[in-house]
């Protein structure tokens, strides 16, 4: 089997999530493949209340927030990047299981 060039795990922002992440950094170590932490985020439901569209400047502060949610959880569980490891950290919208399916069948390597 090829070693994988890239290694995908998704990032949900929860203690519970660091060893995943650790984990996945060491196999990226391993293969010398690029870690690529997701963090997918998704309009709180709220927000479509009474059939209305949130606003583009509201959409960019949700983003916003997972972006500092991502950055947050990278700095707990590794400080700053490790050496040896590249990494490519990927906020995208939507459900956490159609982005890293996405992910992985557009690359195809490890989730």
């Known amino acids: 089997m090829p070693h994988p060039s ?3 795990v998704g990032v949900s922002g929860s203690a519970r999530g660091l060893p995943a992440l650790r984990w996945a950094a060491d196999q990226a170590r ?3 493949a ?3 932490p997701v963090h997918a985020w998704f309009p709180p439901f709220a927000a479509w209340g009474g059939y209305q569209f949130p606003s583009e ?3 960019r502060e949700w983003e916003d927030a997972a972006r500092r949610r991502l950055s947050d959880t990278l700095e707990l569980a590794f400080g700053r990047c490790p050496p040896g490891l590249r990494m490519r950290p990927v906020v995208a919208e939507g459900t956490a299981g ?3 399916e ?3 069948a557009s690359c195809r390597e490890r989730v």
């Open 57 to 59: 400047n509201q959409c």
């Open 98 to 100: 159609k982005i890293l």
């Open 102 to 104: 996405i992910g992985r």
């Open 30 to 32: 391993a293969y010398r």
């Open 6 to 8: 890239r290694i995908i």
């Open 34 to 36: 690029e870690l690529c």
